[in-house]
């Protein structure tokens, strides 16, 4: 493929970056200008074609890529594998399934490749991170982000995606009392949203396992939704443990990221004991050879003395 990025020899990262070999790159998502008033032209209607590109080009505007990415993250880490291993599908209506993502079709067409590096398996150009390649997405294949799909980044509310990023640039820990300026109509509103979503996903009344989950969910999601009077102040309750040790939360990325780094991490160790391993060769030889120089010069001395007292042996026969 490819590889565009900071400084590459076939052209700049297309659209972070700047046009590749010099010529000026067409927007996919440009529409043609109306016709100037007192042209004589008439009035062309946008095309099947065009309406659709408009409805798409409005919809991943008002949907923000990067908090839908951490969206996906987390339902990757805490829902999906539970509804697999317990044989659960969600119902049609339910806005956090797979096939609703708006941005399902570019998931598919991501590939991570050569160091974080990321290839678009649509045209394989290679890119420099994973805002690049979405970026590449809208401009040069804006038609395969569906229409009347779901943004899964409106959902970070009811996920907590941000929940430890906030204190951590406030510069303070989430602590036992909770988190402060706690506003009670949006808590009402946001556990009200969450219930919704939950129930829309697990109808309680469908089957024993969806009833449930229902109540799995509902637990990790919905019920810390709430405002709580401590020392004189209101103060949200804290989310369940597992979501304050979510990989996904932490900024840790994907699995295949926390593969990565695992990998790296594994490498380290291995190089590390190596290297402790060949230190302790190095000084083993060094003891043996200081060692041997010593026996040596014993020797040397051994000898010498024998040789003294072979000459004085003769000079007294001689005498």
């Known amino acids: 493929g490819e590889h565009e990025g900071h400084g590459h020899s076939h052209g700049a990262t297309e659209e972070a970056l700047g046009h590749a070999h010099g010529a000026p790159e067409v927007d996919a998502t440009t529409t043609p200008a109306p016709a100037e008033a007192g042209s004589g032209d008439v009035k062309r209607e946008p095309t099947i074609v065009e309406e659709g590109l408009a409805a798409r080009k409005e919809a991943w505007t008002k949907c923000d890529r990067k908090r839908s990415r951490e969206a996906r993250a987390i339902l990757n880490e805490e829902v999906y594998p539970v509804l697999t291993a317990r044989g659960y599908d969600f119902p049609a209506n339910c806005p956090l399934s ?32 994973e ?18 799909a779901v943004c899964l980044g409106d959902y970070c509310d009811m996920l907590e995606c941000d929940v430890l990023r906030k204190h951590e640039e406030k510069g303070y820990p989430l602590d036992a009392a909770g988190r ?67 990989a996904a939360r932490k900024g840790k990325g994907s699995t295949k990221a926390a593969q990565r780094q695992n990998g790296w991490r594994k490498l380290y160790i291995v190089l590390g004991v190596l290297f402790g391993l060949l230190l302790i060769i ?27 007292k072979r000459m004085e042996l003769l000079k007294a026969k001689n005498y």
């Open 282 to 308: 190095f000084y083993l030889g060094v003891c043996l050879y200081r060692k041997d120089i010593s026996i040596v010069d014993d020797l040397r001395k051994l000898s010498s003395s024998k040789r003294k």
């Open 131 to 148: 805002t690049f390649l979405e970026s590449h997405f809208q401009n040069r294949h804006p038609y395969t982000v569906m229409r009347d």
């Open 180 to 246: 402060a300026g706690c506003s009670p109509k949006q808590m009402q509103r946001r556990r009200h949203q969450c219930q919704s979503v939950i129930d829309a996903c697990f109808p309680p009344h469908h089957s024993n396992l969806a009833n449930e989950l229902h109540h799995q969910f509902e637990g990790l999601y919905c019920s810390h939704l709430m405002c709580a009077e401590v020392g004189g102040e209101l103060r949200s309750v804290l989310p369940p443990e597992r979501m304050l040790a979510s």
């Open 98 to 129: 797979k096939t609703s993502d708006m941005y399902l079709d570019n998931e598919l067409h991501k590939k991570e490749v050569r160091y974080a590096n990321w290839k678009c398996t649509y045209c394989q150009k290679v890119f420099k991170s």
